[in-house]
């Protein structure tokens, strides 16, 4: 049965995100910095919940919410970051993960499978991946620092998921929750709680600063014992993880304005690639470090993605025009755990350049159903790229 609905799963959770696009989601820096020096460091890491829906600012989305009840609750100072997005799946955690630097956190609070779930993701790779992620957490973490795990919420609890569908996207999520319960208990800094359904408020069903804070408690019960573990074990003053390196310099200024729509000119290129090309979404993103940032588009899209699941990493590799009709049917795409989850199957993107010649990025169309190669031309998409190009050196910096 699973085999037979998991097709229909997957085009079911991928309508239910294209219709939640307009959906409030938090555009500013995932982090709320401790305001004292020697702060317990935690990592939020995960989908769901954690995505913040529903609200705009991540100081009401569970990561604020949990800076202030864990200060509250250990009367230390606590600095929460948060790695993630509503398009990050257990398989690809490892990749959001990325270079950061896992050594300075005290605690890693890891809510993930919401997606796997609705997908149907199967119980055998689910519990072989998250095995894999918890080894990989552990052996970057520091040694005395501890994981909470919380369990997947009920499905149907998420109203997006309140449907008959999600009735069996509930009932695998409770066999995902069962495997994860018994592989956490071969962890000894490991520990495990289900998390419950959310404390809805009267007329805000996609998310709240109410039903935030709620998480955030029933989450701090399991953290605060644990960071007073770390403390009593490691008393050595902390130090915040270093911000993010860019190695162009208009990188810094442009993701900034991407959290308020991005250069005016940025969006009327992409809203002539839309009309020009008919496909759902026309992007330029910026390749900087490990990740991929977009410059606009992202109330749409997610604020940055790894580098290496990107369509776009293998136009700047080359410095090439890329076109990718169908990506289920092309072997450098197939099995791309983001692309997988997106389900922009179409893609064709423009490499851009900075002053110096140095391949910073592209100018790119998606669509999320496959396209023929001749329905975007090579020469009207670099046409639109020189324009972005142009935009973009406008940014850098001496």
């Not at 529903?54 to 800076?67: D, Y």
């Amino acid at each position: 049965m699973y085999e037979l609905m998991r097709p229909v799963m997957r085009a079911w959770y991928a309508g239910r995100m294209a219709m939640g696009r307009s959906t409030p989601k938090p555009m500013d820096h995932p982090t709320v910095p401790a305001t004292l020096p020697d702060a317990d460091q935690v990592l939020l890491l995960g989908n769901g919940p954690l995505h913040g829906w529903g609200v705009l600012t991540h100081q009401i989305s569970i990561t604020g919410h949990l800076a202030r009840e864990t200060h509250g609750e250990t009367a230390r100072p606590c600095s929460v970051n948060y790695i993630g997005d509503e398009t990050m799946n257990l398989a690809s955690t490892e990749h959001w993960i990325g270079t950061h630097d896992l050594a300075s956190y005290d605690a890693v609070v890891l809510v993930i499978g919401m997606n796997d779930a609705v997908r149907l993701t199967p119980l055998k790779s689910w519990e072989h991946d998250y095995r894999a992620l918890l080894e990989h957490l552990t052996q970057r973490l520091k040694r005395s620092a501890r994981i909470v795990v919380a369990g997947i919420q009920p499905v149907r609890s998420v109203t997006a998921f309140d449907h008959p569908l999600g009735a069996l996207a509930e009932f695998h999520a409770g066999r995902m929750n069962k495997i994860v319960e018994d592989i956490t208990d071969d962890f000894s800094a490991v520990t495990y709680f289900p998390l419950a359904a959310p404390a809805v408020e009267p007329g805000r069903p996609l998310g709240s600063s109410c039903m935030y804070n709620a998480w955030a408690k029933s989450i701090v019960t399991h953290l605060a014992p644990a960071l007073d573990q770390v403390r009593a074990a490691d008393p050595a003053p902390r130090h915040s993880p270093g911000s993010t390196e860019f190695s162009w310099s208009g990188t810094r200024r442009l993701i900034e304005q991407a959290e308020t729509g991005g250069s005016p000119e940025l969006q009327r290129l992409a809203a002539l690639a839309q009309e020009t090309f008919g496909v759902d979404i026309a992007v330029v993103s910026l390749l900087d470090g490990d990740r991929l940032w977009y410059a606009m588009n992202t109330e749409q899209l997610p604020k940055s993605i790894p580098k290496d699941l990107a369509y776009c990493n293998t136009v700047v590799e080359h410095d090439d025009f890329l076109i990718v009709p169908d990506a289920q049917n092309d072997p450098r795409f197939k099995g791309n755990p983001f692309i997988d989850v997106t389900g922009m199957d179409f893609y064709a993107g423009h490499p851009l350049h900075s002053t110096a010649g140095e391949t910073i990025g592209t100018f790119c169309v998606l669509n999320t159903s496959p396209r023929p190669q001749a329905s975007v031309s090579p020469e009207a998409l670099r046409m639109i790229a020189l324009q972005a190009e142009t935009e973009l050196r406008r940014y850098e910096t001496a």
